[in-house]
DNA sequence: GGAATTTGACCGTT
DNA sequence: AACGGTCAAATTCC
């Protein structure tokens, strides 16, 4: 992933050194999530992985508040909620676009006009969080090289949750980046978040397989990468 | 057969 | 009019 952003200020900037240590604690993360796959039992395993998972998405989303703030100090203040904000313009150059671009966040707002709680995280792992996604759509975005897939809360219907997860791929490297942009907070949180311990038998929800197709890349990649499947495990 | 996904239509916003 | 987000009928999967 490219993370330097165009003109590093210098390294004196304790922002900077900030961004370093972020750097350090996400290969760090990287490598107890190699060790973790090594514990036996299943259920530990299972669980540490999804602990260290939680890390590393916390360790990408400060970078990226970090990094926007640093390349776009102007637009930190046009996020509802504590946002790591991403854009489409330095950190993914779109092939079939003319030139980059940066995205601009719009604001969303709900029928009574207030501003929905938005947070964009840029990440390797966008099933890392836990909760039971349903796919309403895939839209093909200008510019953009990747659809943007549209999921909402599993529990939507049942327990009227407003939340929703918006997952686009950002760049075709290896592993892929994603833009997960969540709208609303669940409020199916304590009782109906999937429990990683739990035991198998679990629905196959989310599949990135094509989001993380480029259009014409071929076999040339192992197969295991295409695949970005959410498992969830009953309740 | 039920649940989840796909995909074109529809609608609101810009 | 174009674009992005949602709906919902059709289809696929388990």
């Known amino acids: 992933m490219t993370l330097s952003p165009p003109q590093p200020p210098p390294s004196s900037s304790p922002r900077h050194a ?3 240590e972020l750097r350090r604690g996400t290969q760090l993360a990287e490598l107890l999530r190699q060790q973790v796959e090594l514990i036996p039992e299943p259920n530990r395993r299972q669980a540490a992985v999804v602990n260290v998972g939680e890390i590393s998405m916390a360790m990408e989303s400060s970078l990226s508040i970090l990094q926007s703030e640093m390349e776009h100090p ?3 203040e046009v996020m509802a909620a504590p946002t790591a904000y991403s854009d489409g313009g330095s950190t993914s150059r779109e092939r079939n676009g003319p030139v980059a671009r940066t995205r601009r966040v719009r604001h969303r707002r ?3 006009g207030a501003e929905l709680p938005i947070k964009e995280i840029l990440t390797e792992a966008p099933e890392n969080d ?4 349903r796919k309403y759509g895939e839209k093909n975005i200008l510019y953009a090289e990747y659809p943007r897939l549209y999921y909402k809360c599993g529990y939507s219907d049942d327990h009227k949750c407003p939340a929703k997860k918006y997952v686009q791929q950002q760049s075709n490297t290896y592993p892929p980046l994603f833009l997960v942009t969540l709208i609303n907070e669940h409020t ?3 009782l109906f978040r999937d429990e990683p311990s739990s035991s198998s038998s679990g ?3 989310l599949d990135f397989t094509k989001a993380s197709l480029s ?3 071929d076999s040339s990649m192992p197969v295991s990468m295409h695949r970005y499947s959410f498992s969830y495990d009953g309740y």
């Open 215 to 217: 259009p014409e890349e």
């Open 188 to 190: 199916c949180d304590t």
């Open 110 to 112: 709900g029928r009574d």
């Open 203 to 205: 629905s196959q929800v």
């Open 74 to 76: 102007f637009v930190s």
């Open 18 to 20: 900030a961004i370093q």
């Open 130 to 133: 836990h909760f039971h996604w």
